[in-house]
Nanobody, 127 residues
Framework: VQLQASGGGLVQAGGSLRVSCAVSGRTFSNPRMGWFRRAPGKEREFVAGISSSGGQTLYAHSVKGRFTISRDNAKNTVYLQMNSLKAEDTAVYYC?????????????????????WGQGTLVTVSS
């Protein structure tokens, strides 16, 4: 399973950006998906997650109300729409996946719950 993140870039504070993550390779289910980020000098942190069915989502407190995670299972792609961006959102954003064979409503939020990781895409928010 390979994850390819794209869509990062430079944006002004208050602006919007959408990053995408395409899943390729052989999967046996619609995997649980998530986005994490690592800001300079900080640990990797959970940003948002979505269940395999797409019906449930979970957000970090710092992005709730500004970011939206969604998925298109027909395209094997998950998205993170980021609005009202702040300088503190500057980070490398990583998508993550884990096969899901039970409980299509569960949203994983911990690093250890994911098996596959993308290479990351840099989002820089200028103030």
């Amino acid at each position: 399973v390979q994850l390819q993140a794209s869509g990062g870039g430079l944006v002004q504070a208050g602006g919007s950006l959408r990053v995408s993550c395409a899943v390729s390779g052989r999967t046996f289910s619609n995997p649980r998906m998530g986005w994490f980020r690592r800001a300079p000098g900080k640990e990797r942190e959970f940003v948002a997650g979505i269940s395999s069915s797409g019906g449930q989502t979970l957000y970090a407190h710092s992005v709730k109300g500004r970011f939206t995670i969604s998925r298109d299972n027909a395209k094997n792609t998950v998205y993170l729409q980021m609005n009202s961006l702040k300088a503190e959102d500057t980070a490398v954003y990583y998508c993550a996946a884990r096969e899901s064979f039970a409980d299509s409503t569960y949203v994983a939020s911990r690093f250890a719950e994911y098996d596959y990781w993308g290479q990351g895409t840099l989002v820089t928010v200028s103030s």
